[in-house]
């Protein structure tokens, strides 16, 4: 089944320790987004990418960065994580076009000791 | 800014319809209003959007207001499964999907 896969579903580090999270797609889908989502609250959006066009929003911290080496792939890179980063990180894939539904990944649970 | 309002909670019984509202007072003619839910422990799925007329899908019913200021989520018979948060969300262009605060929505055996 065509399917948003996050690897892995759980990952511990320590403070500041830098840690790499990973989602791969079978879509075919142009476009890629990451989103935090922290204990009772809403994901919230941190970037995506339309093909390999990057777009941060505005309030995404510089400790938060992302790569997509090709159309399947897509990395979030925490350079320097804080107790505040512990979080689910969600990747989704879309067709381009705000009509299009988006594909939601089952998420990675970040822990930070 | 998910730009939309939606109740904290709502409650309903089993195998009776649910109305989900949402507001968007301020949604512009070229807006769709999306609406997912997430499922305890998983990430967010799609249940339904629509522009301007009223949309059916297997799972729920879109029904949005004349003035495109408001819209309802129907599932017309509720299960245990049903239980969730819901988001209503506003999308135009290539904006992507940005997530107001949900309506928890608990479902009564």
């Known amino acids: 089944d065509a399917m948003v896969i996050q690897n892995p579903r759980y990952q511990v580090t320590q403070f500041g320790k830098p840690v790499t999270l990973s989602c791969s797609q079978t879509l075919n889908h142009n476009v890629m987004y990451w989103y935090q989502q922290k204990s009772s609250q809403a994901p919230k959006l941190l970037f995506h990418?339309?093909?390999?066009?990057?777009?941060n929003e505005a309030d995404t911290p510089d400790n938060f960065q992302s790569r997509r080496p090709n159309t399947s792939f897509c990395f979030l890179d925490i350079r320097s994580p804080g107790l505040g980063d512990a979080a689910m990180y969600l990747c989704a894939t879309s067709r381009q076009g705000s009509y299009n539904e988006q594909f939601f990944g089952p998420g990675t649970r970040l822990t930070v000791l | 800014d998910a730009k939309t309002t939606q109740p904290n909670s709502m409650e309903s019984n089993e195998e009776e319809p649910v109305h989900l509202p949402c507001n968007h007072s301020t949604i512009s003619g070229t807006d769709y209003i999306h609406w997912y839910r997430q499922l305890p422990s998983q990430g967010p799925e799609y249940v339904i959007h629509?522009?301007?007329s009223n949309v059916n899908n297997r799972m729920a019913s879109l029904a949005i207001a004349e003035d495109r200021k408001s819209s309802t989520l129907i599932l017309h018979r509720a299960t245990l499964r049903d239980a969730a948060v819901y988001y209503c969300s506003r999308t135009s262009g290539n904006t992507p999907l940005v997530f107001g605060k949900g309506t928890r929505l608990s479902v009564i055996a």
């Open positions: 629509g522009l301007t």
């Open positions: 990418y339309y093909d390999k066009d990057f777009n």
